[in-house]
């Protein structure tokens, strides 16, 4: 029934998409979150019928654009203290501290 093996990757990856952008306020989280629940349907469809060389191209294209996207806007819009998930609390992890010279003396 599966005519092509990587589509549940591609669907999966699309659903997560639309899950983590449904979770966001906003205009911008709400298109966004729409376009991976389109991919999510075209994704589900390659799982029933194989599709053309250029239309899993332009499918695969899509969802990495619409990652892009996605990623850039969850950057900028997701609360500071997300527990650790997602690019926004990576994205403002504190460096560690370094020892000066004066911390080598004793």
């Given amino acids: ?7 549940p990757f ?12 449904e979770a966001l306020p906003g205009a911008d989280a709400v298109a966004l979150a729409n ?3 389109e991919l ?5 469809e390659w799982q029933l019928h194989r599709p053309t060389d250029d239309a899993r191209v332009a499918g695969i294209g899509r969802l990495f654009e619409l990652n892009r996207k996605a990623m850039d806007f969850m950057a900028k ?5 997300s527990g650790g998930r997602g690019p926004a609390s990576s994205a403002r992890r504190p460096m560690p501290s370094t020892p000066s010279r004066d911390d080598d003396e004793d």
């Fill in 77 to 81: 819009h997701a609360p500071p203290a």
């Fill in 10 to 21: 591609f669907l999966t990856s699309a659903e997560d998409l639309r899950l983590r952008l």
């Fill in 40 to 44: 999510t349907v075209l994704f589900r």
């Fill in 1 to 7: 029934m599966v005519n092509s093996v990587s589509s």
């Fill in 35 to 37: 376009e991976a629940r």
